[in-house]
């Protein structure tokens, strides 16, 4: 992931200065969609492995909390 960082970086940094062409556009949006579902994954896998207690001491999963709001 650190390399597909740094390359959107490099990108984000040529369009500014230069602009890219159709196969570095192309390139850009591939790798941030990528870096966005990577980040999405990370978090919904660290929200699963969340309880809550409550106040009046019940506890809620929220892996199974989610089933049910869906």
């Known amino acids: 992931m650190d390399e597909k960082i740094k390359r959107i970086n ?3 940094h040529k369009s500014q200065a ?3 062409n159709e196969e570095e556009l192309a390139e850009q949006k591939r790798l941030r969609q990528d870096y966005i579902a990577s980040v999405r994954g ?13 106040p009046d001491g019940t506890v809620v999963d929220m892996k199974k909390r989610r ?3 869906h």
């Open 42 to 54: 990370n978090l919904t896998s660290q929200l699963k492995g969340i309880t809550v207690v409550n």
């Open 18 to 20: 230069e602009g890219l």
């Open 10 to 12: 490099e990108l984000y």
């Open 67 to 69: 089933k049910k709001l």
